[in-house]
């Protein structure tokens, strides 16, 4: 069965520095990955996916996030981290070996609180 | 482009009593998606719709949730009788297509909260 684990349940970081939000996965075969983060009372919105190719993706409001296959990793980062970037952050995989009708796993989620 | 519609964004409801939540796919996408987020955890898919079809319902308690897209576009699910463990958020989210490199694009969700 597929997995996601966010080790994290929050993340603080000062205005300004670098942010690192940590994933790790296990697919049978191999991953689709996603980033999506989540506002207070508001749906999830896309940030980013790992699909083929670069192992560096670069998405929406200045974040990226690196695939690592040996590590089973996809850890989403930004160079300097605005104090709007504050909320919570979920990464989910999908098995690309089921195709279409594989399950979107989701982590349980890591909240990212920038100070100013 | 108009995103994922949801509607009621909050329902308050007695245990035993049923609920019904609307859901207004992007335009142009044949696969949906109802997810439900209970607090503290990442979403969990309850249905997937491929147009009118259901794709996987695995997860659906059966015995008191149902869900519908009648005509391949906006979906209802219905919870009925409630009990307390419902609360959560009821997120739909739509894609293109069922493929897994598909991105699948959220509603703001229906936040029900079951006394």
């Known amino acids: 069965a597929q997995s996601v684990a966010q080790p994290e349940d929050q993340v603080n970081v000062a205005e300004g520095n670098p942010l690192t939000v940590k994933c790790t996965y296990s697919v049978s075969g191999n991953p689709y990955l996603f980033w999506y983060v989540q506002y207070p009372n508001r749906g999830l919105q896309f940030l980013l996916k790992y699909i083929t190719g670069d192992n560096l993706v670069k998405g929406s409001y200045g974040f990226e996030a690196e695939f690592n296959k040996s590590q089973t990793s996809f850890h989403l980062k930004k160079p300097s981290a605005l104090v709007s970037d504050s909320a919570l952050y979920f990464c989910?995989?999908?098995?690309?070996?089921?195709?279409?009708?594989?399950?979107?796993?989701f982590g349980k989620g890591t909240m990212l609180l920038v100070s100013p | 482009e108009a995103g994922v519609a949801q509607s009621p964004r909050y329902k308050i409801i007695e245990k035993r009593q049923s609920v019904a939540f609307w859901c207004n796919p992007i335009s142009g996408h044949a696969t949906l998606y109802w997810y439900q987020q209970i607090l503290g955890q990442g979403p969990k898919l309850l249905i997937q719709f491929q147009n009118n079809g259901v794709v996987d319902d695995s997860q659906l308690p059966k015995d008191r949730f149902s869900a519908e897209r009648l005509k391949g576009v906006d979906s209802t699910l219905k919870i009925q009788p409630a009990k307390l463990e419902d609360s959560a958020v009821y997120l739909c989210?739509?894609?293109?297509?069922?493929?897994?490199?598909?991105?699948?694009?959220f509603g703001p969700g229906t936040r029900l909260t079951v006394l």
């Open positions: 989210a739509s894609s293109l297509g069922p493929s897994g490199t598909d991105t699948q694009y």
């Open positions: 989910a995989v999908r098995d690309m070996e089921r195709g279409g009708y594989s399950t979107l796993t």
